[in-house]
């Protein structure tokens, strides 16, 4: 079975913090994404990246990066949280063929005090 | 742009009986995957049953299936023999081109009660 592994479940910053979401997968995934869900929104796609050391926005990508310096890990980055990115934040990977599933992890619910 | 709608924000369904929630979608291309996942309470979203655009079957996985209606794009989901463990947020999704970016629904909460 695919494991996408998110670092931590609950997370609590301040304003104004250097945040990092860390992602690992383990069955050689070419593709990775993070995502945002919010209530009444569902998800809502930030960053992906088809291979190592590429990345390309997605819908929502103001306010963050990302850094893939390897296959299987997936980071997100708030540079500067602010309360609005207060948020669940999810990681999925999936294989860089055409139409595959994606697989999710645990989801990280943040919150920016 | 592509889109995905799920017009119904929550649902309840007794246990045993069979419960369709509908998601429709817009989009101009012939070739395309839709998607149902379902995420329960622990959060982990997983994935129910996909159907390709291009096959007229029906997708089926024992109790879930779907009715794929390509003209009126729509993408219901029906689940049979309701049981307690399918009390979840469950998202429609729509896939397209590379790489495989999902667009997601607003999710339907489906409430399963005994």
């Known amino acids: 079975d695919v494991k996408v592994t998110q670092s931590s479940r609950y997370l609590v910053k301040r304003t104004g913090e250097k945040v990092f979401l860390e992602c690992v997968q383990d069955?050689?995934?070419?593709?990775m994404f993070w995502y945002r869900q919010d209530p009444g929104l569902g998800l809502r796609l930030i960053y992906f990246?088809?291979?190592?050391?590429?990345?390309e926005k997605g819908d929502i990508p103001e306010g963050y990066s990302v850094s893939r310096e390897k296959k299987e890990r997936f980071s997100l980055i708030l540079e500067s949280a602010s309360t609005n990115q207060t948020s669940m934040y999810l990681c999925?990977?999936?294989?860089?063929?055409?139409?595959?599933?994606?697989?999710f992890g645990d989801g990280t619910r943040l919150s920016i005090l | 742009a592509q889109t995905v709608t799920q017009s119904q924000p929550e649902m309840s369904v007794q246990e045993a009986e069979t419960v369709t929630l509908s998601c429709t979608y817009d989009?101009?291309?012939?070739?395309?995957?839709l998607f149902w996942y379902k995420q329960p309470p622990s959060r982990q979203m997983i994935l129910v049953i996909r159907?390709?655009?291009?096959?007229?079957q029906n997708a089926t996985e024992n109790r879930f299936s779907v009715n794929f209606q390509k003209a009126a794009k729509s993408f219901s989901l029906k689940i049979s023999d309701s049981q307690l463990g399918d009390t979840a947020m469950y998202f429609c999704?729509?896939?397209?081109?590379?790489?495989?970016?999902?667009?997601f629904g607003t999710g339907t909460r489906l409430q399963v009660f005994p």
């Open positions: 999925a990977s999936s294989l860089g063929r055409f139409n595959q599933p994606q697989h």
């Open positions: 069955m050689d995934h070419e593709n």
């Open positions: 990246s088809y291979d190592v050391k590429m990345k």
């Open positions: 989009t101009s291309e012939n070739n395309y995957y």
């Open positions: 159907q390709e655009a291009y096959k007229q």
């Open positions: 999704a729509f896939m397209i081109g590379e790489p495989d970016k999902l667009i």
